[in-house]
């Protein structure tokens, strides 16, 4: 059974910074493409940043270009996203999501997996 749990949310005042984990199992984590995507009270689930298998190509939303920074390490099946320079728009449920390689992509449907998410409160 497929599993994907982050950690790491909570509340921080703009400006300031939190790195988001999410950790895999019960899949062949080498071989996913990884990705963050968020969710706004009142919104659409969006993509925020993805990373191939390899680790070696990084995708960003224009949104967070610059301040957020996405990272895999493989041996330990974990998916990380530091986030510095925090605004209160960057308030959201973080969600982790994987996707069996290929193409890496910005579509939240192209994503097999999941994680039950983690709020993240930017505060002014």
């Known amino acids: 059974q497929v599993q994907l749990v982050e950690s790491g949310g909570g509340l921080v005042q703009a400006g300031g910074s939190l790195r988001l984990s999410c950790a895999a199992s019960?899949?062949?984590?080498?071989?996913?493409?990884m990705a963050w995507f968020r969710q706004a009270p009142g919104k659409e689930r969006e993509f925020v940043t993805a990373?191939?298998?390899?680790?070696?190509?990084?995708y960003y939303a224009d949104s967070v270009k610059g301040r957020f920074t996405i990272s895999r390490d493989n041996a330990k099946k974990t998916v990380y996203l530091q986030m510095n320079s925090l605004k209160p728009e960057d308030t959201a449920v973080y969600y982790c999501?994987?996707?069996?390689?290929?193409?890496?992509?910005?579509?939240?449907?192209?994503?097999?997996?999941w994680g039950q998410g983690t709020q993240v409160t930017v505060s002014l």
């Open positions: 019960g899949l062949t984590f080498s071989r996913y493409n």
């Open positions: 999501a994987a996707r069996g390689a290929g193409a890496v992509v910005t579509n939240r449907g192209a994503y097999n997996y």
């Open positions: 990373i191939s298998w390899t680790g070696g190509s990084t």
